[in-house]
Each structure stands twice: as structure tokens, then as C-alpha cells.
T-cell receptor, first 113, second 112 residues
Framework: EPEVTQTPSHQVTQMGQEVILRCVPISNHLYFYWYRQILGQKVEFLVSFYNNEISEKSEIFDDQFSVERPDGSNFTLKIRSTKLEDSAMYFC???????????FGPGTRLTVL | DAKTTQPPSMDCAEGRAANLPCNHSTISGNEYVYWYRQIHSQGPQYIIHGLKNNETNEMASLIITEDRKSSTLILPHATLRDTAVYYCIVRISGTSYGKLTFGQGTILTVHP
């Protein structure tokens, strides 16, 4: 069964550094999302992406964040200058055009020191 | 999206049915009830969704009251692997895209 994959599974970085989190959505899916979950807290929506542009973004998704689908398969989340409070699990999700069931990846644990 | 209320935690014995309630008293006519679960910090997993009729799939059953103000997710024969956080989410379906708004969910613990 096809699944969403994410790399790396764990990323450790120093505060102020840039990180890129990568996701490979299911191949025929057209709608893509990033969510995050700070340890012990609820899953929070960051951004949705369709047709090579952002559809919606949350207040969390400020100028430090950007998303890209550079090659038609990967979907990336970039954090330009990480802060301690960016430490969290980051989940990618996708779904095809005619469904609203979102398929989630296993997540990337980002630790900012 | 309408707000949902779920109990923070529930227990269930292995092999028994787990009945997880959700209140969504402000649900509107075009909003569906979705259930997802999250097993130990893995990515959330879709379980089932419905509008007003009861639904069943290979994972669970969803019972929605006639007034649609509440629903119950039923895991008919809970196993230890069903221990997870269960999220009830109300949102408009039929749209091409749309974020999921997660609450705190119900921590279901299935014990031997």
C-alpha cells in the first residue's frame, strides 16, 4: 500500500541554523500539508499546498517558514533560522483530489539546541 | 469548523468493545464527523467519517445521533495495538482541500 514518507526521521540542529524537512507524498495526490506537534501538545496545522502554491497557512507559519515542491515528487518544509521553540514532530500529509482522508507520514522529530 | 468535546482518557479490556464518545453540539448541516488516531507519536491515521448515517469499515463503526450533536466511535474488539489517542474532528467535506483541526483527543488504553 502506498504511503507518505519523510526524511530524516530525526534532525538535530543548532539554534539559528536552517533546516529542510523532506516529504514524499503518495504519487497521485495533489494536496499537501505540514503539521507540527510539540511534545505533549496537540497536532497543529501549519500550511496547505496545492497547484504549486500555498492554499492556507496558520499563524505559526511565519516568514521563517517556506514550502516547496521542487521536482514533482518531494514536498519540503524549510525553516530559515531555527528557534528553540521549533523543536517538535513535523508531519507531512497528502490526499488526492476527490477524497478528504488525509494520509500522514511518520514524522520528523526536530530538535533545536 | 465546529468544536468537539471528548473525554481525556478511557480504559478498555482487550477483546471488549471500546466506545469513544464525542460531543459536537454546534455542528452545521454540511459538516462531517471524522475520526483519526495517533499511536505513540506516529503520524495520525484516518479511521472513519460520516455525515448523518451510521458508518462501518474494517477498523470501526461510527454512530451519529439523529440530531447530529454527538457521535460514538466503536472499536468492536479492542486489541493492545488500539492503544492510542483518538481524535474526533468536525469539518466540511466535499471541499478539495482543508486543514484538520486537532483537539486534545481521548487517550484510549487497552489493557490485558
Amino acid at each position: 500500500e502506498p504511503e507518505v514518507t519523510q526524511t530524516p526521521s530525526h534532525q538535530v540542529t543548532q539554534m539559528g541554523q536552517e533546516v529542510i524537512l523532506r516529504c514524499v507524498p503518495i504519487s497521485n495526490h495533489l494536496y499537501f500539508y505540514w503539521y507540527r506537534q510539540i511534545l505533549g501538545q496537540k497536532v497543529e496545522f501549519l500550511v496547505s499546498f496545492y497547484n504549486n502554491e500555498i492554499s492556507e497557512k496558520s499563524e505559526i507559519f511565519d516568514d521563517q517558514f517556506s514550502v516547496e515542491r521542487p521536482d514533482g515528487s518531494n514536498f519540503t518544509l524549510k525553516i530559515r533560522s531555527t528557534k528553540l521553540e521549533d523543536s517538535a514532530m513535523y508531519f507531512c500529509a497528502s490526499h488526492p483530489s476527490s477524497y478528504n482522508e488525509q494520509f500522514f507520514g511518520p514524522g520528523t522529530r526536530l530538535t533545536v539546541l | 469548523d465546529a468544536k468537539t468535546t471528548q473525554p481525556p482518557s478511557m480504559d478498555c479490556a482487550e477483546g471488549r468493545a471500546a466506545n469513544l464518545p464525542c460531543n459536537h453540539s454546534t455542528i452545521s448541516g454540511n459538516e462531517y464527523v471524522y475520526w483519526y488516531r495517533q499511536i505513540h507519536s506516529q503520524g495520525p491515521q484516518y479511521i472513519i467519517h460520516g455525515l448523518k448515517n451510521n458508518e462501518t469499515n474494517e477498523m470501526a463503526s461510527l454512530i451519529i445521533t439523529e440530531d447530529r450533536k454527538s457521535s460514538t466511535l466503536i472499536l468492536p474488539h479492542a486489541t493492545l495495538r488500539d492503544t492510542a489517542v483518538y481524535y474526533c474532528i468536525v469539518r466540511i467535506s466535499g471541499t478539495s482541500y482543508g486543514k484538520l483541526t486537532f483537539g486534545q483527543g481521548t487517550i484510549l488504553t487497552v489493557h490485558p
